[in-house]
């Protein structure tokens, strides 16, 4: 599986930005899919993930604000992000779970770039 990141920029507070994530290879064995951050100077965080049943965790700072949704017809996950604010600004990640032969793989895209100004 290889899963390609793009959608990043630049945007005032309050605004709204789509991030994208196609994935391609052995997509069958996806088993979730989402998005994570990391802020300079700080760890990588979840930010939002689907399952293969459709349900979606958030992290709380981004619940209300933020929606994940997938396009399996297009093999692509989506970031919604409204009202953003500048403690967004970070490198999002798309990652993906994979149980090939009953082991678990995590797959990480390369990172887009979201700045949010104030």
């Known amino acids: 599986v290889q899963l390609q990141a793009s959608g990043g920029g630049v945007v005032q507070a309050g605004g709204s930005l789509r991030v994208s994530c196609l994935a391609s290879?052995?997509?069958?064995?996806?088993?979730?899919i989402g998005w994570y951050r990391q802020a300079p100077g700080s760890q990588r965080e979840l930010v939002a993930l689907?399952?293969?049943?459709?349900?979606?965790d958030y992290a709380d700072s981004v619940k209300g604000r933020f929606t994940i949704s997938r396009d399996s017809a297009k093999n692509t996950v989506y970031l919604q992000m409204n009202n953003l604010k500048p403690e967004d600004t970070a490198v999002y990640y798309c990652n993906a779970g994979a149980v090939i032969s009953d082991i678990r793989y995590d797959i990480w895209g390369q990172g887009t770039l979201v700045t949010v100004s104030s």
């Open positions: 290879g052995s997509t069958f064995s996806i088993v979730d």
């Open positions: 689907i399952h293969s049943g459709e349900r979606a």
